[in-house]
């Protein structure tokens, strides 16, 4: 079984940054997706970044220029680098994976196309 673990989340002041970490405890093949989601109550899951075995990555518009995704196989550990943070970012995030794929035209996909999740991790910011 694959298990996805996050961590790094916290509050921060408006403008400030945080990076969260996504600890993945094996790989069922080199090809891969794997990809960060936020979610607000009452609200669904939304895409936020992506990045594949090849190195593709993809954003959602709200974050483009601000966020940037990472994956660093030796520690096997996805990353999420956020700058700039806004009030409205405030959410859960999760990491997600999926094996035997990749990112087709640099596009995020929804998160039915993901199998493995994480639990969570949450991220506050202030104005």
């Known amino acids: 079984q694959v298990q996805l673990v996050e961590s790094g989340g916290g509050s921060v002041q408006s403008g400030g940054s945080l990076r969260l970490s996504c600890a993945v405890s094996?790989?069922?093949?080199?090809?891969?997706?794997m990809g960060w989601f936020r979610q607000t109550p009452g609200k669904e899951r939304e895409a936020v970044a992506a990045i594949d075995s090849r190195g593709t990555t993809a954003f959602a518009d709200f974050v483009k220029g601000r966020f940037t995704i990472s994956h660093e196989n030796a520690k096997k550990t996805l990353y999420l680098h956020m700058n700039s943070l806004k009030p409205e970012d405030t959410a859960m995030y999760y990491c997600?994976?999926?094996?035997?794929?990749?990112?087709?035209?640099?596009?995020?996909?929804?998160?039915?196309?993901?199998?493995?999740w994480g639990q969570g991790t949450q991220v506050t910011v202030s104005s």
């Open positions: 997600a994976a999926d094996f035997g794929a990749t990112l087709a035209y640099a596009r995020l996909l929804p998160s039915y196309e993901y199998k493995y």
């Open positions: 094996r790989y069922t093949s080199s090809s891969y997706i």
